[in-house]
């Protein structure tokens, strides 16, 4: 359905010139940005340049890491490393989430979730940008923005429809 190239080879993922590496982060920070507007756009803690940093941040640590001389011909060490940065790029993002939920124990509620989940999955498509999986950005973007914009009035809908409180699943944003 789409002929995007997608390149299988390691040597095309990782051994890329000045020009591929400034799109790859500009990429990711244009998916930050956009997460992040939808952030704004609800009056949330994280916005568009928070999102922005994020997903550039990982973009970053993502190329520099696998960006190196002569790791294409050792595969062993390349998994290694590419391991490595989805897990301690995603466990490390985890605690910047953490920081914008919000629990008030007397009301037994949480809130920010959504938010938190925002700048966990902004880091996931910084990775995917660093990484060029464009198949994969296009279509997580894709359900992102899905679940962010289309979803949020269907979840009010369902909740009234079953007898729930609206307000409370407004509250996980």
Not at 25 to 39: C, H, K, Q, S
Not at 86 to 108: D, N, S, Y
Not at 110 to 122: E, K, N, P
């Amino acid at each position: 359905m789409f002929d995007m190239p997608y390149f299988a080879t390691a040597k095309n993922y990782f051994d890329i010139g000045l020009i591929d590496l400034i799109l790859r982060l500009v990429a990711a920070t244009v998916m930050g940005m956009l997460i992040g507007l939808n952030r704004d756009i609800n009056d949330k803690p994280t916005g568009m340049r928070t999102l922005a940093l994020v997903s550039l941040g990982a973009a970053v640590v993502s190329v520099v890491a696998v960006h190196f001389q002569d790791l294409i011909d050792h595969p062993d060490a390349l998994s290694r490393v590419v391991q490595g940065i989805l897990q301690g790029v995603l466990t490390g993002i985890g605690f910047i989430g953490a920081g914008v939920i919000l629990r008030q124990p007397k009301e037994m509620k949480v809130s920010g979730l959504t938010t938190a989940a925002t700048v966990w999955i902004t880091a996931a498509l910084g990775i995917a940008c660093a990484l060029a999986a464009w198949h994969i950005v296009l279509v997580a973007s894709i359900l992102t923005f899905f679940v962010l914009i289309v979803l949020k009035p269907v979840e009010l809908f369902l909740v009234r429809m079953f007898g729930g409180d609206p307000k409370a699943a407004r509250d996980d944003e």
